[in-house]
Nanobody
Framework: QVQLVESGGGLVQAGGSLRLSCAASGRTFTRTAMGWFRQAPGKERELVAAISWSGGGTYYADSVKGRFTISRDNAKNTGYLQMNSLKPEDTAVYFC?????????????????WGQGTQVTVSS
């Protein structure tokens, strides 16, 4: 089992920045890929970014490319999502998820453990 706890969400004005963290405990965080998802009211959950275990492979949704950066510190069992130039349409609950396996996937069904989510609200 892996327990995931997100933090760093909040209210920010458009153009601002937030850094989300995902702290993992339990089973080792290494040899796992990680993803950040978001879900806005009335919309389906979507993958925002993903990273392989080594950090050498990353994926970004087109809507966040150039604005968001995913990273991880395996020594600290923590993953991050740096969000810059935030827009009102980025408002959502953000979830981190971990996949047992070193290669990232863009399929939400490929993730084995999920956090409870953290709210991000971007005002215009």
């Amino acid at each position: 089992q892996v327990q995931l706890v997100e933090s760093g969400g909040g209210l920010v004005q458009a153009g601002g920045s937030l850094r989300l963290s995902c702290a993992a405990s339990g089973r080792t965080f290494t040899r796992t890929a990680m993803g950040w998802f978001r879900q806005a009211p009335g919309k389906e959950r979507e993958l925002v970014a993903a990273i392989s275990w080594s950090g050498g492979g990353t994926y970004y949704a087109d809507s966040v490319k150039g604005r968001f950066t995913i990273s991880r510190d395996n020594a600290k069992n923590t993953g991050y999502l740096q969000m810059n130039s935030l827009k009102p349409e980025d408002t959502a609950v953000y979830f981190c998820a971990v996949r047992v396996g070193m290669v990232l996937t863009t399929n939400s069904h490929g993730y084995d453990y999920w956090g409870q989510g953290t709210q991000v609200t971007v005002s215009s």
